[in-house]
Each structure stands twice: as C-alpha cells, then as structure tokens.
C-alpha cells in the first residue's frame, strides 16, 4: 500500500460515478490500496433529483459520514432514514435501498470495500403486513 494525500485546493468533481445526480471527488485511496478500498466525496448536482430506484451494492463494507445537507434514504426492513450533517450510517453488503430525496447542498464521504463492486437493480421489496388481530370470543 502507498502513502496518499489529497488537498481539497487543486482536486475536482468529476460527473463519473454510479449516480447521475451526485459528483464525486476520488480522495486516492483506491489507488494507495490496490483496489482494497475507494472513497470519495459526494455532493449533489445542481438541478438533479435522485430517482429512488431498489438497488443493492456487493460489497463487504459500505459506510456515509454526511458533511453538509441532508438525504432521505429508504431500506428494507428499515424504512424511510433521513441523515443529516454529521450522520454517519453503514449498509449492510447487499441490503435493498433507494435514496428519496437530498437537499441541494448535500456533501457525503463513503468509503466503500473492495473499491470495485457491482451494483444490482433490484425490484421493491415485499410491503410488509401488518399482524392479524386476533378476536376474542
């Protein structure tokens, strides 16, 4: 493994990147680890909503500190999570979620084990029922 530094001041966000409506900074962590772990920063494109589409990542640690903003995600057998300026939340690998809604300054860091993972589309999970009551007689 390398030694990395990386300097907000010179760095750049790029467009690339799993979502459409987030930019990412690489803070070169893939790269200083071989491929072990990524991480980056992630903040909201301007005009861009997310689409709350089901999806699961492989992976075998995902965790998001929020910087800035806000974001409402949603999980199964969770429900709907809204993280705020210093949340900080781990997904467990291949847990079903989608992202709701985030506000407009939105600012994330994830770091993500290995840095290259898949990313499966995944149909909404099952509404869960609620407990038949029993009557008595």
């Known amino acids: ?3 990395n530094v990386s300097h907000l001041k010179g760095s750049k966000f790029a467009r690339r990147g799993l979502r459409g409506y987030f930019e990412y900074r690489d803070l070169g962590i893939e790269r200083a680890t ?5 991480a980056h920063v992630i903040r909201a494109r301007p ?5 709350g589409e089901w999806h699961c990542h492989d992976v075998d640690v995902q965790f998001v500190y929020v910087l800035k903003g ?4 949603e999980y199964e057998g969770v429900g709907k999570v ?10 467990p690998p291949r847990i079903r979620h989608r992202e709701l ?7 994330m860091i994830e770091i993500v084990a290995p840095a290259k993972f898949r990313t499966f589309d ?16």
């Open 1 to 3: 493994m390398a030694f």
């Open 34 to 38: 071989r491929g072990k772990v990524v």
């Open 47 to 51: 005009g861009k909503a997310p689409h």
């Open 70 to 73: 806000w974001v409402l995600f």
């Open 82 to 91: 809204r993280m705020k300026a210093g949340s900080c939340f781990y997904q």
């Open 101 to 107: 809604e985030h506000s407009k300054d939105l600012e």
């Open 122 to 137: 995944s149909p909404p999970p099952a509404a869960r029922k609620s407990p038949g009551r029993r009557s008595r007689a």
